[in-house]
């Protein structure tokens, strides 16, 4: 009698269905958790490929695949709220910009997404904290402001954080992989 492998005695995870029921209107926001393939990897961490990752986020604002409130590139995963095109398809958007991403800056994720929805504005109020704070909590810095790699529509100032518009690539400091 053989052992089983290991492979056989633990669960299959099962794939989240990522379609948006009919009920949901255009407008909402939506969370969303986009991990590397090999997180301990750090493979956000260049500074090139942060800062890609970030205004890639928002060149598909400008196509009309979402609409980005706010963004945090870490250095192993991406956290964002948009408000997605409904009619474009919440997981084809995501698709779409993770497969750009992989043949553009070479960068490998992990299959499917993390997304919630945010049912009202306190969900989006703890989610947004949640979002700004990750740099800290992770010991990256000591200020949220600080992180380069953020992207804020509801900056005090009323534009976007600075990184949105990070300057050319050379100039944009590396990712701390504490």
């Not at 919440?90 to 910009?97: G, K, M, R, Y």
């Not at 904290?129 to 200020?143: E, H, T």
Request: aromatic residues 10%.
């Amino acid at each position: 009698m053989s052992t089983p492998s290991i492979g056989t005695l633990l669960p299959r995870r099962r794939g989240m269905s990522h379609s948006v029921p009919s009920w949901v209107a255009q407008g909402v926001r939506h969370f969303v958790t986009i991990n590397a393939l090999k997180r301990d990897a750090a493979p956000f961490a260049p500074a090139t490929v942060a800062a890609a990752l970030l205004r890639n986020l928002l060149a598909y604002e400008a196509q009309g695949r979402w609409h980005l409130w706010l963004a945090v590139v870490m250095p192993d995963h991406i956290h964002f709220i948009a408000t997605f095109n409904l009619d474009a398809g919440l997981a084809a958007s995501v698709a779409a910009w993770k497969g750009y991403q992989t043949r553009t800056l070479k960068v490998a994720f992990q299959r499917n997404f993390f997304e919630h929805r945010l049912r009202d504005d306190d969900e989006y109020v703890e989610k947004a904290s949640y979002v700004r704070a990750n740099p800290v909590r992770k010991g990256l810095v000591a200020d949220a402001v600080q992180w380069p790699y953020l992207y804020d529509r509801s900056s005090a100032s009323g534009s976007p954080h600075a990184s949105a518009t990070c300057p050319p690539l050379a100039t944009c400091p590396p990712l701390a992989t504490r």
